[in-house]
Every structure is written in structure tokens, then in C-alpha cells.
T-cell receptor, first 112, second 110 residues
Framework: DGGITQSPKYLFRKEGQNVTLSCEQN?????MYWYRQDPGQGLRLIYY???????QKGDIAEGYSVSREKKESFPLTVTSAQKNPTAFYLC???????????FGSGTRLTVV | DAKTTQPNSMESNEEEPVHLPCNHS???????IHWYRQLPSQGPEYVIH???SNVNNRMASLAIAEDRKSSTLILHRATLRDAAVYYC???????????FGTGTSLTVIP
């Protein structure tokens, strides 16, 4: 079955450490997105990529970095510069046509 | 501004129909309206999308106003598993991105 996989499901990080969240899709979608969700809030866009080797900042990119070396993969690095990284992180992909996004199941990051 | 307007929360009794409203007064003539729902601690899942005419699938029905400035997601018989946050979305002007607001939190009462 085609889908989008995020790993790990839960992640704990010490303050001052960088951590990378994985997002892989086998849907042959061109566009991929990273969102952050805080409790009781909507989704806020961190970064997005519409094609391999190209990506753009979203609304809250500070303290995050991404790469898009392969169509299937769009990893997100939460750097030590992100002052409040504890959140639920969601990756999504989008193909051609009007159907919209397919989301992963999310990674819950906790800073300890 | 491509943000939609939805009530923060709604309640429904189990096995009764639910009508979830959404206003999208800035939608363009070619933009689809999308609905997603998010269960606790999960990623949003696709529910339905439509352009002008009403749409039905196994999960729900979508009724779109004639002027396309509003729509209603209809769950014909709410179950406890339908308790979720429902998002009504129109694409942003740049990059075909979707803006997810806070949606409508649906509580289903047994």
C-alpha cells in the first residue's frame, strides 16, 4: 500500500541537541510539507518542498532545517536554536490533482 | 486571505446526523474545498473534497452553496469513532498549500 511514514513515533531530546525526524513516502508525490501542532492548536507550516533539491520556508521555519535530496524523503532537523521544540510534528505529501494531502501519523517530540 | 471559518466545537448524539458548517467567502472559482479530520494523536485524514456540486462518499457528504462561499460536511449517522477535529480547507494562493486552522472539535455523545 502506498503511504507516508514518519519515524520515530515518539522522540525525546535533551536541551541543546539537534534531532532529525524522518518522513518517507512511496506515493510518487512531488510536494512534501512539515507542520507543527501544539496542544489545542491548528497546524503551522514549517517548511515545504515542491520538487527535489528545492524547498521554502513556511510560517515558523526558525530553528528548523530540511533537505530534499530524493523525491521520497523529506527529513526535518530540529536544531538547538529552536527554543520551544516540544510539539507534535506532521509530515504530508501532495500529488497532482485536486485530492489534496496525505499525512503521516506524526512524531511527538519532547525535550527533557 | 484563504482562511476558512468554522465553529470551534459542536456536539452530536450518537446515531444522529451531524452538519458541520464552514464559511470560505474568499474562495476562487477554481479552488476545491477539502475536508479533513484528525483523531487524537494522529495525522489528519482525508474526508472529502468538492468544487461546485454536492459530493458523497462512504465517509460523508459535502453540500456546497450555490455561491460557493460556504459548505457543510454531513455525517449521516454519527458514531463514537467520528469524534475528532474537522478541518475545512481551501488552498492558499501560493504553492497550493493548505492552511489548517483550529477546525471544529466534534463530540459525540453516547
Amino acid at each position: 500500500d502506498g503511504g507516508i511514514t514518519q519515524s520515530p513515533k515518539y522522540l525525546f531530546r535533551k536541551e541543546g541537541q539537534n534531532v532529525t525526524l524522518s518522513c518517507e513516502q512511496n506515493l510518487n508525490h512531488d510536494a512534501m510539507y512539515w507542520y507543527r501542532q501544539d496542544p489545542g492548536q491548528g497546524l503551522r507550516l514549517i517548511y515545504y518542498s515542491q520538487i527535489v533539491n528545492d524547498f521554502q520556508k513556511g510560517d515558523i521555519a526558525e530553528g528548523y532545517s530540511v533537505s530534499r535530496e530524493k523525491k521520497e524523503s523529506f527529513p526535518l532537523t530540529v536544531t538547538s536554536a529552536q527554543k520551544n521544540p516540544t510539539a507534535f510534528y506532521l509530515c504530508a505529501s501532495q500529488g497532482q490533482g485536486p485530492r489534496g494531502y496525505t499525512f503521516g501519523s506524526g512524531t511527538r517530540l519532547t525535550v527533557v | 486571505d484563504a482562511k476558512t471559518t468554522q465553529p470551534n466545537s459542536m456536539e452530536s448524539n450518537e446515531e444522529e446526523p451531524v452538519h458541520l458548517p464552514c464559511n470560505h467567502s474568499t474562495i476562487s472559482g477554481t479552488d476545491y474545498i477539502h475536508w479533513y479530520r484528525q483523531l487524537p494523536s494522529q495525522g489528519p485524514e482525508y474526508v472529502i473534497h468538492g468544487l461546485t456540486s454536492n459530493v458523497n462518499n462512504r465517509m460523508a457528504s459535502l453540500a456546497i452553496a450555490e455561491d460557493r462561499k460556504s459548505s457543510t460536511l454531513i455525517l449521516h449517522r454519527a458514531t463514537l469513532r467520528d469524534a475528532a477535529v474537522y478541518y475545512c480547507i481551501q488552498p492558499l494562493l501560493t504553492g497550493n498549500q493548505f492552511y489548517f486552522g483550529t477546525g471544529t472539535s466534534l463530540t459525540v455523545i453516547p
